[in-house]
């Protein structure tokens, strides 16, 4: 009987890390091409973890990260180009501006802004893109799972609606260069 209850203990942690779902927005110049050259290397990412390739982290809006926390995710993470040296100039610059207002917004409704996370690396860096996923995973599968309602809505559903520009009081994000 003993052997039973610790491989159901054992068993635990992983059930809680297969519900948990963390979207990643990886930017196709960097953390994508990292992401790629770790797959081409057979390096395991955590299952929990969904990629979605956009041009430039620039292009990633508070919204999609609102709307990918309302409609199931329990973490989503941001991945572009080292600061300073972003291929459309200064998109990571303001990715990293929209990811601190998701995560004060995410703080002042009482949501873990830990959810909402940025990470930069090079191309030839893929380490760095399995060391970030990873961290991510770990900060996720340590906080409580995101509420939800029997239609699989988080209880801060109205949080999409929410991040118009300037609805919370805070000041305008300025839009500096195409990306």
């Known amino acids: 009987m003993a052997g039973a209850t610790s491989t159901a ?9 297969a519900d948990r779902k963390i979207v990643a927005f990886c930017c196709r110049e960097c953390a994508y091409a990292a992401a790629d050259a770790s797959a081409n290397a057979r390096t395991p990412l955590p299952p929990s973890v969904r990629l979605v390739l956009v041009p ?19 973490g989503v993470m941001v991945a572009g180009c080292l600061l300073g040296q972003c291929h459309y100039r200064e998109g990571n610059f ?31 860096e ?13 900060v996720i599968v340590g906080l409580p ?8 809505e988080t209880r801060r559903a109205s949080l999409a609606g929410s991040a118009a520009p300037g609805a919370s ?8 260069g195409a990306a």
């Open 169 to 176: 009081g805070e000041p305008l994000v300025a839009q500096r």
């Open 94 to 124: 303001n990715a990293v501006d929209r990811v601190a207002f998701v995560q004060r917004l995410l703080k002042s409704v009482g949501v873990e802004p830990e959810r909402c996370r940025m990470f930069t690396m090079s191309a030839g």
């Open 145 to 152: 799972p995101l509420p939800r309602s029997a239609a699989g």
């Open 9 to 17: 203990a054992a068993d635990a942690p992983l059930a809680a890390t």
């Open 126 to 138: 893929p380490p760095k893109f399995v060391a970030a996923v990873r961290e991510m995973d770990r």
């Open 56 to 74: 430039c982290t620039g292009r990633v809006s508070p919204l999609h990260l609102l709307s990918a926390l309302a409609e199931g995710a329990d």
